[in-house]
T-cell receptor
Framework: EAQVTQNPRYLITVTGKKLTVTCSQNMNHEYMSWYRQDPGLGLRQIYYSMNVEVTDKGDVPEGYKVSRKEKRNFPLILESPSPNQTSLYFC????????????FGPGTRLTVT | QQQVKQSPQSLIVQKGGISIINCAYENTAFDYFPWYQQFPGKGPALLIAIRPDVSEKKEGRFTISFNKSAKQFSLHIMDSQPGDSATYFCAASMDGQNFVFGPGTRLSVLP
C-alpha cells in the first residue's frame, strides 16, 4: 500500500530533550515536506526537500532540523524542544518534477512540557 | 505577501445544500491552488486543485472557481452530504515547493 508513515504518533517530552520524528514514504517520491498544524493557523511549512541531500526552509524553520540522506526518509529533529513546539506535525510527499499532489502522513502529536 | 486568507471559519449547511468556502492570496507568483479535506485524527487529503490558466475545475460534486484578477479562489460543494463534514484547507504554492495554507474552515452538514 502506497503511504507515508510517521513515528511516533504521540510523544510527550520535556523541554530541552532532543527528539526525532521519523517520516518514510514508499512511493519513490522526490519531494518531501514537514508541517505543523496549530488551531486557527492551519498548516505551516517547516522544511521541505526536493531530493536527496537538498533541503530548504519553509515559513517556520526555527528550532527544527531535517536531513535527507535517503530518498524514502525525511526525519524531523528538535535539538532542544520548547513548549511552543507543542503541536500536531505532518509529513507529506509528492512525486515532484511538476507533479504537486501531496500525500500526508497520519500525524504526530507532540507535547513539550 | 505569503499569506492565504480563508473564510468562513466555520460553516453549517443542510444536507443537499451548497457549501462555499473562499480564499484570497497576494503573491501573484503562486501557480498551484489545492484544496485539502481533513477528518478528525487524520492527515489532510487532496480534494481538488487548479492552476491559474483555467477559471474553473469540476470533479464530481466539488468545483474550484478561480479569479486571477481578484486573486481569489473558492471551493463549491454541491449536494452537500453529512459525510462531507470535515475541515477544509485552501493552499497556494510556487513550483510545488513552498506551500502556504489558509487557516481552515470547519464544515458541518446537518442530516
Amino acid at each position: 500500500e502506497a503511504q507515508v508513515t510517521q513515528n511516533p504518533r504521540y510523544l510527550i517530552t520535556v523541554t530541552g530533550k532532543k527528539l526525532t520524528v521519523t517520516c518514510s514514504q514508499n512511493m519513490n517520491h522526490e519531494y518531501m515536506s514537514w508541517y505543523r498544524q496549530d488551531p486557527g493557523l492551519g498548516l505551516r511549512q517547516i522544511y521541505y526537500s526536493m531530493n536527496v541531500e537538498v533541503t530548504d526552509k519553509g515559513d517556520v524553520p526555527e528550532g527544527y532540523k531535517v536531513s535527507r540522506k535517503e530518498k524514502r526518509n525525511f526525519p524531523l529533529i528538535l535539538e532542544s524542544p520548547s513548549p511552543n513546539q507543542t503541536s500536531l506535525y505532518f509529513c507529506a510527499s509528492s512525486l515532484g518534477r511538476g507533479t504537486y499532489e501531496q500525500y500526508f502522513g497520519p500525524g504526530t502529536r507532540l507535547t513539550v512540557t | 505577501q505569503q499569506q492565504v486568507k480563508q473564510s468562513p471559519q466555520s460553516l453549517i449547511v443542510q444536507k443537499g445544500g451548497i457549501s462555499i468556502i473562499n480564499c484570497a492570496y497576494e503573491n501573484t507568483a503562486f501557480d498551484y491552488f489545492p484544496w485539502y479535506q481533513q477528518f478528525p485524527g487524520k492527515g489532510p487529503a487532496l480534494l481538488i486543485a487548479i492552476r491559474p490558466d483555467v477559471s474553473e475545475k469540476k470533479e464530481g460534486r466539488f468545483t474550484i472557481s478561480f479569479n486571477k484578477s481578484a486573486k481569489q479562489f473558492s471551493l463549491h460543494i454541491m449536494d452537500s452530504q453529512p459525510g462531507d463534514s470535515a475541515t477544509y484547507f485552501c493552499a497556494a504554492s510556487m513550483d510545488g515547493q513552498n506551500f502556504v495554507f489558509g487557516p481552515g474552515t470547519r464544515l458541518s452538514v446537518l442530516p
